[in-house]
C-alpha cells in the first residue's frame, strides 16, 4: 500500500510566517521493496475542503518528493493555504490525498508595514537593562474569520493579547545584525481574540540589541531604546478586514523585570506587577506616552521556524552543603538555559540562585570560568502565595545552581531547570556497545543544544556567547546529522553575507559585534575578520546544507557571499599563498608552545588549505547552478592554489614542510597531496600519531578531520584507537571525568580536578564533537553522494571496529529514515538496513569474504569489502569477515 505519510514545507509541516511560495515534500510509505515515485499531483487551495482550488499541478511525471515547486501559484500576505498530496509508484498503484497541511503568510512587501516601533523609554535610559511595558486596546467588530500578528523587537520581547502570552518562543526575535538583517514573528491569534474590545501590549528587555556585549562590555552596539513593532490583520466572516498597528496612541510603563541581561541575569519584582495591564478594560493610570522609534522596515525579515523556545525540562538531582557551606542544586546535565522556582514566602522575601557549570576539585562553588558573567536569577516575593518565576530575557550555561538566598527550607521540586535553544526536530540517533561512546553522542548533543541558542555560540555561560564562525564551520555536518539545521543555519548565513566587509571579508563572529570595538582586548586588536577555516563558514556550511538537503536554493541566496569570500581571498593572496593579519591557525592545539593559544602549524600552510577546499566547493558549487564562467575561472584558480600548495610545503623527497598531525591531515582530507607522495604523507601522519603515544595533540583545524584522514586511507584501526582513547588527551577523557556536555580544552578539568584556565574554559563548547560526523559517516556508514544529494542516493559503508559488538543508527532525511545497523558476533556480522522510499543506495559489507545471507541483494566484490546496489525498504544481511 502505498501512502503519504508526511507532507512537508520548506522541510517543516505546517509553516507559519512566510513570505514567498514555500517548496513541498513528502515522504512516502509503502509495504514493498525498491518503490520509486512515477507521479504525483499537488493542490492548493483557499479553503480546507479544496472547494476554492488555486493551485493544480495534474499529474506530473517525475520521481522528486523533496523539493517540488507550485510554479504561477500567486500568494497573497496574512492568508493561510490549504495543501495536499497523492502519488503514484513504478508499479501504477497510487496513495489518496495526504492529510492537509498548510502554511500561512506574513507581509510580504516592506511596503505593508504600517506599524511604527514604539518605546517606553527614552535616550536617557541608554545605561539601563530594565524591563518595560506598551500596551493598548482594540475592538473587534463582529465575528473574525482569522487573524494574524506580526511583531518583533529592537530588544527582546514577549507579546500578549487579552492578559495572555501569545505562542512559545522565547528570546524573541533573536540576535541578528539588526541595522541589516531583522527578523519578525508571525502568530495566528484567531482564538484570542473576542467581540468588543481587546486587550494587546508587549514586554520589553535589553537583549543583544542593547544590553552589554562583547569582550570588552560594549553597550547599545545597535541601539540606545528598546522598541516594539506590531501589526495585527484581522479578516471578519464578513469578508472586512481591520489592521491594528503600534503607534503613538500606546502607553508604556516600567515592568517588574528590573534588571535582565544576557550575561548577568535577571533581577524580577514581583511587587511591581501591574494586574491586567494587557487585558481589555485597564485604565492604563500611571502609564506615559511612547516614543516613536525610526528603523529601516526594509530589513525585516519573516521567521517561520527554529525560534527559541523551551525544549524540555531537567529535574534537579540532589540538593546538597558544599565544604565551604554553599547550598548547592545539582542538574545532572549541563545545559543552556533557566530554572523554574517555586516559592513561598512574604513581601520583598528574595530568591537568589547563582548559576555555575562544574564544582571545583575540593567540591566547592566555582565561578572564575565564568569571567565576568553574573548568571543570577532574583526573584522578588509580591505576597504570601506560592509563585513560580523562570527569567525573561537572559539564559544560563549551568548544571549548578548556588542558592544564595530562598525563604525557609528549599526543596528538590521546588526547582526545575529547562533547557532552551532554538527549536529543531532531533534527526539523528547513535547507539553502541560502548557507553563511552554513547556519553560522547549525548555530549556531542547536548552541545549542540547548549550553543544553538538562535545563533551558534561558542558558550553559554561566560561573557562571550558569539557567534564564532570558526566553531560553526567545524560542527556543521556534525550538527546537520543530529537535528534539522537548514531554517537555523539559512538565517544565520544571512548575517554571514550581511556582515561581510565590502571587500567579501568574513567577521570572526557573526553577528559581527567585534569589529571596531575591541579596544582593549589584545587578541581581536589585531583583526576582527577573515581567518582561514572560520571565514570559510561562508562557503562550507551552504555546501554542508546542499549536501543534507539537496537544495540548491541555499547555494543561490548565499552565491554572491562565497564568491566574495574567495575573491577576498585571492586579493590578498602572495603567489597563491593565503595569509591575512590575525590568523587563529590550528587553535589550541596541544603542540603549541608553552602560554600559547596557537598551535604548530603554520599558518600558511592552514589558510592556503582552507584556500583551496573553499575554492574547490565553489567550482562544484558553481557547476551545480550552471554557472559555467564562474566554473571555469574558479578551476583554473583552483589548480594554482593547489599547484603552489604542493610545491611550497612538501620537499623534494615528498616530506611535508611542517611536521605537525594538523598539517598531514588538512593535507589528507582537503587532497592536496601529490598522489605520488599520499602513502609517505599517511605513514608521516602515523608516524607523529605514534610519537604522542597514539593522541591527538591537533586543535580547531586538525581535529574535526583526524579520523577521517585515517579511515580515508587504510587506516580505521588507528581512527578506532584514537576515538577510544581515554586518557588525556582524549574525547573519552572528558567522559571519565564526568562531563555531559563537550569542553572547550581536552583538559579543561585535570584528572586531579584542577582547572585549565580560569579565562578560557568552557564545559560546554561544541567544537570538538565534530567528532560526531565520524560516528555517522564512518563507524555508523550513512554518507550523502554529491551528485544525488540531499540522501536521494545514499551509501550505507559502516566500517566495522573498535572492539564494538553493535552499532545502530538512525537518520531521517528529507526522504525518510535511513537506518544503518550492525552486530558482530565471532567472525560473522548481521546488518540491517533500511533505506527511505522514492531513493536509492549502495550497501557496503567491510571487509566482507562471504555473504551468508543477501536478503535479495546480489554483492559483488570490491578492493576490502562487498557491495550490492538497492532499493527503498528494509534489509537484513549476513556476512563473514
Not at 531547570?417 to 540517533?429: F, W
Request: hydrophobic residues 35%.
Amino acid at each position: 500500500m502505498l501512502k503519504i505519510a508526511k507532507l512537508k514545507m520548506n522541510y517543516q509541516e505546517n509553516p507559519v510566517g512566510v513570505t514567498e511560495v514555500p517548496q513541498f515534500g513528502w515522504i512516502l510509505e509503502s509495504n514493498k521493496r525498491s518503490v520509486m515515485q512515477a507521479s504525483y499531483e499537488l493542490q492548493i487551495a483557499a479553503d480546507e475542503e479544496f472547494e476554492r482550488l488555486l493551485f493544480n499541478s495534474g499529474k506530473i511525471t517525475s520521481d522528486e518528493s523533496a523539493h517540488v515547486f507550485a510554479n504561477g501559484l500567486q500568494i497573497k500576505s496574512s492568508e493561510k493555504y490549504f495543501v495536499r498530496v497523492k502519488a503514484s509508484d513504478a508499479d501504477g498503484e497510487s496513495s489518496e490525498w495526504s492529510e492537509t497541511g498548510y502554511f500561512v503568510t506574513a507581509l510580504l512587501t516592506s511596503e505593508e508595514w504600517k506599524a511604527e516601533f514604539i518605546s517606553a523609554e527614552t535616550k536617557e535610559n541608554a545605561g539601563e537593562s530594565k524591563g518595560t511595558y506598551v500596551r493598548s486596546s482594540f475592538g473587534v467588530k463582529g465575528k473574525v474569520k482569522a487573524a494574524y500578528a506580526f511583531t518583533t523587537a529592537l530588544g527582546l520581547y514577549k507579546f500578549y493579547i487579552n492578559g495572555q502570552k501569545v505562542g512559545t518562543d522565547e528570546l524573541t526575535p533573536g540576535w541578528t545584525s539588526y541595522l541589516k538583517h531583522l527578523t519578525y514573528q508571525t502568530y495566528d491569534i484567531t482564538t484570542l481574540l473576542k467581540e468588543g474590545e481587546n486587550g494587546v501590549g508587549a514586554m520589553l528587555g535589553a537583549g543583544w540589541y542593547k544590553g552589554k556585549m562583547g569582550f570588552v562590555g560594549n553597550r547599545n552596539n545597535y541601539g540606545d531604546q528598546t522598541a516594539f513593532l506590531g501589526q495585527i490583520c484581522i479578516t471578519y466572516e464578513d469578508g472586512t478586514t481591520d489592521t491594528i498597528v503600534t503607534n503613538s496612541s500606546w502607553k508604556g510603563c516600567n515592568a517588574p523585570v528590573l534588571f535582565s541581561e544576557i550575561y548577568d541575569g535577571e533581577i524580577y519584582d514581583a511587587r511591581e506587577e501591574i494586574e491586567g495591564w494587557a487585558e481589555a478594560g485597564f485604565a492604563a493610570e500611571g502609564f506615559w506616552d511612547v516614543e516613536t522609534v525610526s528603523f529601516n522596515k526594509e530589513v525585516l525579515e519573516a521567521q517561520s521556524f527554529s525560534k527559541v523556545t523551551e525544549v524540555e525540562p531537567v529535574a534537579a538531582k540532589r540538593i546538597f552543603k558544599t565544604p565551604q557551606g554553599d547550598t548547592v542544586i545539582d542538574f545532572g546535565q549541563n545545559m543552556t538555559g533557566w530554572i523554574h522556582v517555586k516559592v513561598k514566602g512574604k513581601a520583598g522575601d528574595r530568591v537568589e540562585l547563582n548559576c555555575f557549570e562544574v564544582l571545583d576539585a575540593a567540591g566547592n562553588v566555582y565561578l572564575d570560568n565564568l569571567r565576568g558573567a553574573k548568571e543570577t536569577l532574583t526573584y522578588i516575593c509580591k505576597d504570601d502565595q506560592e509563585a513560580e518565576y523562570h527569567p525573561n530575557f537572559t539564559f544560563m550555561g549551568f548544571q549548578f545552581a548556588k542558592i544564595a538566598a530562598y525563604p525557609g527550607e528549599p526543596k528538590i521540586e521546588d526547582f526545575t531547570a529547562y533547557a532552551v535553544h532554538s527549536d529543531m526536530e532531533q534527526t539523528g540517533t547513535f547507539t553502541c556497545s560502548n557507553p563511552d561512546i554513547n556519553q560522547l553522542q549525548h555530549n556531542i548533543l547536548w552541545g549542540l543544544k547548549g550553543n544553538f541558542v538562535d545563533v551558534p555560540t561558542d558558550c553559554p555561560q561566560r561573557n562571550e556567547r558569539l557567534g564564532w564562525t570558526g566553531d560553526a564551520q567545524i560542527f556543521c555536518r556534525t550538527a546537520s546529522y543530529l537535528m534539522n539545521t537548514y531554517h537555523f543555519f539559512a538565517k544565520w548565513l544571512k548575517d554571514v553575507a550581511a556582515d561581510q566587509t565590502p571587500e567579501g571579508g568574513v567577521p570572526h563572529v557573526v553577528p559581527d559585534i567585534l569589529s571596531g570595538k575591541t579596544d582593549g582586548d589584545w587578541l581581536l586588536e589585531q583583526g576582527s575578520h577573515s581567518a582561514a577555516a572560520w571565514a570559510d563558514v561562508a562557503v562550507i556550511n551552504p555546501w554542508t546544507m546542499y549536501l543534507t538537503y539537496g537544495d540548491k536554493k541555499i547555494l543561490e541566496d548565499q552565491y554572491s557571499s562565497m564568491k566574495a569570500w574567495i575573491g577576498f581571498m585571492e586579493k590578498h593572496a602572495k603567489d597563491y599563498i593565503w595569509n591575512y593579519k590575525l590568523q587563529f591557525g590550528d587553535w589550541v592545539a596541544l603542540d603549541a608552545q608553552e602560554g600559547s593559544y596557537f598551535g604548530a602549524t603554520p599558518n600558511d600552510l592552514t589558510c592556503t588549505a582552507y584556500f583551496a577546499y573553499s575554492t574547490g566547493l565553489f567550482v562544484k558549487i558553481a557547476r551545480i547552478l550552471g554557472n559555467s564562467e564562474d566554473e571555469k575561472q574558479y578551476s583554473d584558480l583552483y589548480e594554482k592554489i593547489v599547484d603552489k600548495f604542493q610545491r611550497t610545503f612538501f620537499d623534494s623527497e615528498g616530506n611535508m614542510t611542517a611536521q605537525t598531525q594538523t598539517a598531514h591531515i588538512v593535507a589528507l582530507y582537503f587532497n592536496l597531496v601529490p598522489e605520488a607522495y599520499r602513502e609517505k604523507t599517511v605513514e608521516g601522519l602515523l608516524r607523529l600519531l605514534d610519537k604522542e603515544n597514539g593522541h591527538l595533540v591537533t586543535g580547531f583545524v586538525g581535529t574535526p578531520y583526524f579520523c577521517h584522514a585515517l579511515s580515508q586511507n587504510g587506516h580505521t584501526k588507528e581512527a578506532y584507537e584514537l576515538l577510544l582513547k581515554d586518557d588525556f588527551p582524549s574525547w573519552l577523557y572528558q567522559v571519565k571525568m564526568g562531563a555531559t556536555t563537550v569542553w572547550e580544552h581536552w583538559d579543561g578539568m585535570k584528572p586531579d580536578g584542577t582547572m585549565w584556565s580560569p579565562d578560557m574554559n568552557s564545559f560546554n563548547h561544541y567544537a570538538y564533537g565534530a567528532i560526531g560526523e565520524w560516528l555517522y559517516r564512518v563507524v555508523a556508514g550513512i554518507e550523502a553522494d554529491e551528485e544525488k544529494s540531499g540522501y536521494k542516493f545514499t551509501t550505507i559503508y559502516p566500517r566495522i571496529g573498535g572492539g564494538l559488538d553493535y552499532v545502530k543508527a538512525n537518520y531521517s532525511s528529507v526522504y525518510g529514515d535511513i537506518t544503518s545497523q550492525w552486530n558482530v558476533s565471532g567472525d560473522e556480522v548481521t546488518m540491517k538496513v533500511r533505506i527511505p522510499h522514492n531513493t536509492q543506495a549502495k550497501i557496503c559489507l567491510d571487509q566482507a569474504k562471504e555473504v551468508l545471507d543477501g536478503d535479495g541483494l546480489e554483492f559483488v566484490a570490491e578492493n576490502g569489502f562487498m557491495s550490492a546496489s538497492a532499493g527503498s525498504g528494509c534489509y537484513s544481511i549476513r556476512f563473514r569477515k
